[in-house]
């Protein structure tokens, strides 16, 4: 199979996320559940992979790194925690329902900016103009349908000087572009494990700039005598079990990009240039790509005159290529690129695909689209 679905889920990892998994399933148990050697290897892995989550986005104090099942988790977290039912809150016209569903089912006045694609000049004065008087903002940094690269240095200085907070979904940036906490001054950023950052599906990070509301109560292992939860970071947000081998395969991907920072989107971007050029021979596809090459990461849509995009999808994956078609979980983002009606094709890639491969799948594309 030709995987080009890394937007989704990761599928091509390398072999130590694997390894890691299954050495924690043999030799660990819980950390904080025991003073044995399966429940300390276990803690020492967890704040393993804490520190090496802060080091890779500058976060100064690992306990401000707190683990989720996923970024949906811990976008809810967030939200819940600086909205309440009726606030104005700012979203960028790109957001997934991870962000709109929470706020929607808050009751919360979205202020949408909205601006065309990959226009960043055009998105970062229309949140200027709407953040006065919002009680939060909630922006991805890149979008999961576009791959459209938001200004979200910008965007995090314009909420500093009109003292919004500021949510950051780093869902499709974090292991792939710089995820600077140190430098946006978010209230939080959520990410999920299992897309650049190659770990397995069932993890996720929350990054806190402040302490937040739970969202879920329980046993920590630790401050066992409280009826509330911990005010202390991480406990406060990490109640229940920890996904001790999802925690492993996480501190092995985040392990295995650490010296690999700037190498993954240079990589990413060259195979998007090549797939690109092989795309544009083909008269039937219409491709959303920035031809700046400055605003997006290796994520592309494109629809076709016919068939239909889940039509094409569904050929492309009788022939041996994984895409995905339809509106993503973000049809926010579709109508703000016109592309509602007919949702996309998103061709996503990873570190892993090689150029060979996106030769196959153009000429496998090329054979359906006729």
């Known amino acids: 199979?030709?995987?080009?679905?890394?937007?989704?889920?990761?599928?091509?990892?390398?072999?130590?996320?694997?390894?890691?998994?299954?050495?924690?399933?043999?030799?660990?148990?819980?950390?904080?559940?025991?003073?044995?050697?399966?429940?300390?290897?276990?803690?020492?892995?967890?704040?393993?992979?804490?520190?090496?989550?802060?080091?890779?986005?500058?976060v100064p104090e690992p306990e401000r790194?707190?683990?989720?099942?996923?970024?949906?988790?811990?976008?809810?977290?967030a939200i819940r925690t600086l909205v309440q039912p009726g606030d104005p809150v700012v979203i960028s016209g790109y957001e997934h329902n991870a962000v709109t569903r929470p706020l929607h089912a808050l009751g919360a006045k979205l202020r949408v900016a909205k601006a065309p694609l990959f226009r960043p000049e055009a998105m970062a004065a229309e949140v200027r103009r709407l953040l006065p008087g919002a009680k939060a903002m909630v922006c991805t940094h890149v979008s999961n349908v576009f791959?459209?690269?938001?200004?979200?240095?910008?965007?995090?200085?314009?909420?500093?000087?009109a003292g919004v907070p500021l949510i950051v979904d780093a869902s499709q940036s974090a292991g792939v572009l710089d995820v600077d906490f140190n430098a946006w001054h978010a209230a939080f950023i959520a990410m999920p494990g299992?897309?650049?950052?190659?770990?397995p599906q069932g993890t996720g990070l929350l990054l806190c700039g402040m302490d937040g509301t739970p969202l879920l109560q329980g046993g920590t292992g630790s401050q066992s005598r409280l009826q509330e939860m911990p005010a202390e970071?991480?406990?406060?947000?990490?109640?229940?079990?920890?996904?001790?081998?999802?925690?492993?395969?996480?501190?092995?991907?985040?392990?295995?990009l650490l010296p690999r920072r700037n190498q993954v989107e240079r990589r990413e971007q060259a195979l998007l240039g090549q797939l690109v050029t092989l795309l544009r021979r083909n008269d039937d596809l219409e491709l959303f790509y920035d031809d700046a090459g400055q605003n997006q990461t290796g994520v592309l849509s494109l629809r076709s005159r016919t068939p239909d995009a889940e039509t094409l999808a569904r050929r492309l994956a009788d022939r041996g290529v994984a895409v995905r078609a339809g509106l993503h979980c973000a049809p926010l983002a579709h109508e703000s690129a016109g592309t509602l009606d007919t949702g996309t094709v998103r061709l996503s890639l990873s570190p892993f695909n090689t150029a060979q491969e996106l030769e196959v799948a153009a000429g496998i594309l090329r054979g359906v689209t006729r």
């Open 147 to 161: 791959g459209y690269v938001l200004p979200i240095r910008e965007i995090a200085g314009l909420c500093r000087e």
């Open 1 to 58: 199979m030709i995987y080009l679905d890394s937007a989704a889920t990761s599928f091509l990892k390398p072999r130590s996320v694997e390894r890691a998994m299954s050495a924690a399933l043999r030799h660990m148990t819980s950390p904080g559940r025991g003073g044995h050697s399966l429940a300390m290897q276990a803690a020492e892995t967890v704040y393993r992979c804490r520190a090496e989550a802060a080091e890779l986005f500058r």
């Open 194 to 199: 299992h897309k650049g950052l190659l770990g």
């Open 233 to 256: 970071l991480p406990d406060r947000h990490e109640a229940g079990t920890h996904n001790v081998p999802g925690i492993a395969g996480l501190a092995a991907g985040i392990e295995y």
């Open 65 to 77: 790194v707190v683990f989720t099942m996923n970024a949906t988790h811990a976008l809810n977290i």
